[in-house]
């Protein structure tokens, strides 16, 4: 009742203002007409026009009406500056505070009941920080005055902390605000606009947000460094802990800037893309594909191909695989390009300093101006019941087989485990794939995971969504998977399991905890890459967003660069074109946005297929599946997103990931001479379904009539 009366209240003096049209009168033109005549009653009632003045300031601040700035303005040009800046600062802090109560009594508990999650995180962080960011908004006057008093005052901030911070932080820009009000007073000619007081004070008020801005950003730095005692020189300007897509590419940067570098490792170069990742993993996937080649020899008019192979020989290859690929990332062509590489452990234990355990049990003790963390993730392995008594493979354990499992569960359907799920089922295990979602890869547009899905089964693969791995048993020496599905139990007996789950950020026992670096999933890292620590930066699968090597290694460069150039120069990383492929059959590429991100993000977007059964080469080539959709602006050939399934969609997306970076609409795809016949017409024809879709209908009247006329 109590709040329905305040709002009434509120509206009727917000409604009074409106009506009354009073906001005509807060502008420079009236201030200045009205300039003798306020300065006359000002000087004839001093005491009440402070009164008046700082009455409308409050109650114009309280009730978030516009015209703060201008009041400030007349402010300084009725008082002066010194009285101008004290009337000003309290009026603005007290107005601001009351807003802030208003928007905590009318508002706090609806938002609490809305978003009380979400808002417990903010009120802790306001908890820890809030004074501090309080300041940092006031003193950066690009935040809008009323929007910040309001959403304080649905965090869990003190009133009188509010107030405080609010008058502290609000004073040098109010000093700036009323200084140029006060010249203002002073325009009384053309030459008064041009006087170098108002113009200093101009461009003061310009330039005051930055240097605002410059000063919180040296204030947190120091804060944070403050507990610890900088070196007072450096051993290195950058060491890059872990040696994998992140580390090497940073490390690499690094040394072709020659700057002093050192790499550390604990466990092999390369990291997981080379040893357990994409290279084995590719590797495994081109001898199952070989063999399912020869499945469907028929198919390419050959009676019958038979394989005969060894499972442990094709897992020999995979190893040598990637021993051919190994020197790529070896001690000794870093070391050739100058990069000290250290195999061992590596720790923080300062902002500036990194201890390194040899595998020896040797430690050493760095020192440098910046730090890289590269340390990558692991599989993430859930707390299922049975799991650990019933043993378990995972991307990391299982390039070891040299049996192949007869019958193989494979827990999720996202991109490595449906890479697995069909490479096995090709070299013969009978596979049952659990995911719990409604469908497999579930990124991607739902025709996407149908089509997977429904070449899966064609192969032999039992592909169960909706079901949700309850629990392992051993029963008579035989390992079963308890799963759920639609309120009941299934079970599935099982001679090996691997858990693809998902990939969890390696972030514990190498000294984040003790410096305090926060991390969630991942490390936090600002748009720069930077922790908390200003000269601490994280890149690859310990920073995320994206688990790739090829964003691993984009974001390196950003890194590097910056752990090496900044204060001077540093730039935001670029997540604006990301790619990415999953090989299975068929392949399935991605860039930018897809129709469930479209309409997910409230993106308008106009949709264009083409088919590859109509491709002649996909149908040489036995493989004419799949499509091409691309999604663009309305009315414009400027390309959103593009998913291609079929043959070889990781490569033939190349195309659109650099027409999307470099601006190329479907335009000029379409006006682009492509080879007859392969794969990548395909994307020339899609840009002509978009085409067609947009062609001129009354201008194509008028050119048909012209034809008409020169028949004659
Ligand atoms: C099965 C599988 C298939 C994949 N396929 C693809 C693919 O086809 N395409 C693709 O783009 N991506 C693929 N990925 C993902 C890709 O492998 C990762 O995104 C990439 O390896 C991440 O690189 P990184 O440098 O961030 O981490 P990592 O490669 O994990 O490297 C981190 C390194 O840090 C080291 N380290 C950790 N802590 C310390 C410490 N305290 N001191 C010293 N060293 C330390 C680790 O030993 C490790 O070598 C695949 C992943 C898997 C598991």
């Not at 802030?100 to 999650?117: C, K, P, Y």
């Not at 601490?536 to 964003?551: C, E, S």
């Not at 604006?576 to 993106?603: C, D, H, M, Y």
């Amino acid at each position: 009742m109590r709040k329905w009366l305040l709002v009434l209240a509120l509206a009727s003096v917000v409604g009074l203002y409106v009506a009354l049209d009073l906001g005509q009168y807060l502008n420079l033109q009236t201030l200045k007409a009205q300039q003798q005549a306020i300065e006359a009653f000002r000087t004839d009632n001093p005491g009440l026009s402070v009164a008046l003045y700082f009455s409308a300031y409050v109650v114009m601040a309280a009730l978030s009406l516009p015209g703060a700035a201008l009041l400030t303005l007349a402010g300084g040009a009725v008082f002066g500056l010194l009285w101008g800046v004290v009337i000003v600062s309290f009026a603005s802090s007290i107005g601001a505070t009351l807003a802030f109560l208003i928007s905590r009594f009318l508002l706090r508990d609806w938002v609490q009941q809305r978003f009380g999650q979400r808002l417990q995180a903010i009120d802790e962080g306001v908890k820890r920080e809030g004074a501090f960011y309080l300041f940092t908004l006031r003193l950066v006057p690009v935040f809008p005055f009323f929007l910040v008093n309001l959403l304080s005052g649905l965090t869990g901030m003190k009133a009188r902390t509010f107030y405080w911070v609010s008058q502290l932080g609000m004073l040098a820009g109010t000093v700036v605000y009323v200084n140029a009000g006060t010249q203002l007073a002073k325009i009384d000619s053309l030459s008064g606009i041009l006087s170098p007081g108002l113009l200093g004070s101009f461009a003061l008020l310009g330039v005051f947000p930055l240097l605002a801005r410059k000063i919180v950003d040296i204030g947190r730095t120091n804060k944070v460094f403050a507990a610890w005692k900088k070196p007072r020189r450096f051993d290195r300007n950058l060491i890059v802990i872990g040696a994998g897509s992140a580390g090497l590419v940073t490390s690499y940067i690094a040394a072709a800037v020659r700057a002093s570098v050192t790499l550390v490792e604990k466990h092999r170069m390369g990291g997981d893309c080379l040893n357990t990742g994409c290279v084995p993993s590719k590797a495994l996937i081109r001898s199952a594909k070989l063999l399912s080649h020869m499945a469907r020899s028929k198919e390419f008019g050959i009676a019958s191909a038979r394989a005969e192979f060894d499972f442990a020989t094709i897992m020999e290859r995979v190893q040598s695989v990637i021993r051919t690929v190994e020197p790529h990332d070896s001690v000794a062509r870093y070391t050739e390009l100058g990069v000290e590489v250290l195999e061992g452990t590596a720790r923080l234990v300062s902002p500036w300093e990194v201890e390194i355990t040899g595998h020896d049990g040797a430690t050493q003790r760095l020192s440098t101006r910046s730090i890289v963390i590269a340390t990558g993730a692991r599989p993430f392995v859930p707390p299922i019941p049975g799991i650990e008594a019933v043993g378990y493979l995972t991307s990391d354990t299982l390039w070891n087989l040299r049996q192949l499992p007869r019958r193989l569960v494979v827990l999720g359907g996202g991109p490595i485990g449906s890479e697995m799920t069909q490479a096995f089922a090709r070299l013969g295990s009978q596979v049952t794939q659990v995911e719990m979602g409604p469908r497999l890869m579930i990124r991607e547009d739902p025709e996407v995971s149908k089509l997977v899905a429904r070449r899966f089964v064609a192969e032999g693969i039992s592909v169960l969504l909706n079901h949700r791995a309850k629990q392992f048993l051993v029963e008579d020496g035989e390992r079963i998977l308890v799963v759920e599905h639609a309120g009941g139990d299934l079970r599935i007996p099982f001679d090996a399991v691997l858990v693809a789950v998902g990939r969890t950020a390696n972030l514990t026992g190498y000294g984040l905890e003790e410096l305090g670096i926060p991390t969630g999933r991942t490390v936090e890292t600002n748009e720069f890459l930077q922790t908390r620590y200003p000269n601490i930066y994280a890149a690859g699968d310990v920073a995320g967003p994206f688990q790739f090597t090829h964003t691993a290694a984009h974001q390196a460069w950003y890194a590097a660069v910056n752990a090496l150039f900044a204060p001077f120069k540093k730039f935001k990383a670029d997540y604006s074109v990301i790619p990415w492929s999953t090989f299975v059959e068929p392949e399935v590429a991605r860039v930018g946005l897809n129709e469930q991100e479209a309409r997910e993000k409230g993106i308008p977007c106009e949709v264009s297929v083409y088919h590859l059964d109509d491709l002649d080469r996909a149908i040489a080539d036995g493989e004419a599946h799949g499509f091409i959709k691309v999604l663009t602006v309305p009315g414009k050939d400027r390309i959103l997103g593009v998913t291609i399934v079929g043959e070889h969609a990781g490569d033939l997306i190349a195309e659109y990931v650099l027409a999307m970076k470099q601006g190329i609409g479907l335009n000029k795809i379409l006006g682009t001479i492509h080879i007859y016949p392969t794969l990548a017409e395909a994307n020339k024809y899609v840009a002509g379904v978009w085409k067609k879709a947009h062609a001129p209908q009354r201008l194509l009247a008028w050119v048909e009539r012209f034809h008409a006329w020169r028949r004659g």
